[in-house]
Nanobody
Framework: QVQLVESGGGLVQAGGSLRLSCAAS????????MGWYRQAPGKQRELVAT???????NYVDSVRGRFTISRDNAKNTVALQMNSLKPEDTAVYYC??????????WGRGTQVTVSS
């Protein structure tokens, strides 16, 4: 059994910062990609940022330069530092992990609300 638990969402004013964290637990041998997705009301879930176990990161254009993804492979954690937040960043943010031998897992999501 594998679980992903997110933390760190909340309410912030435009221009502010938040840091999201996600920890994977269970019978994990290794994790390939870990990352963050988001879903705003009435919109499809979209990729925000992912980071491969080998270190390469990928960002959606709208957050590049403002958000930074980081991983601790030894602890099976991933974090998303979000700076210069905009109202359009408001969404539920989901952690995702592609786990060797288990497949893809999702966290339950954490709400991020950016007020103007």
């Amino acid at each position: 059994q594998v679980q992903l638990v997110e933390s760190g969402g909340g309410l912030v004013q435009a221009g502010g910062s938040l840091r999201l964290s996600c920890a994977a637990s269970g019978s994990i041998f290794s994790i390939n990609a870990m990352g963050w997705y988001r879903q705003a009301p009435g919109k499809q879930r979209e990729l925000v940022a992912t980071k491969a176990s080998g270190g390469s990161a990928n960002y959606v254009d709208s957050v590049r330069g403002r958000f930074t993804i980081s991983r601790d492979n030894a602890k099976n954690t991933v974090a998303l530092q979000m700076n210069s937040l905009k109202p359009e960043d408001t969404a539920v943010y989901y952690c995702r992990a592609d786990i060797t031998g288990w497949g893809t897992y999702w966290g339950r999501g954490t709400q991020v609300t950016v007020s103007s």
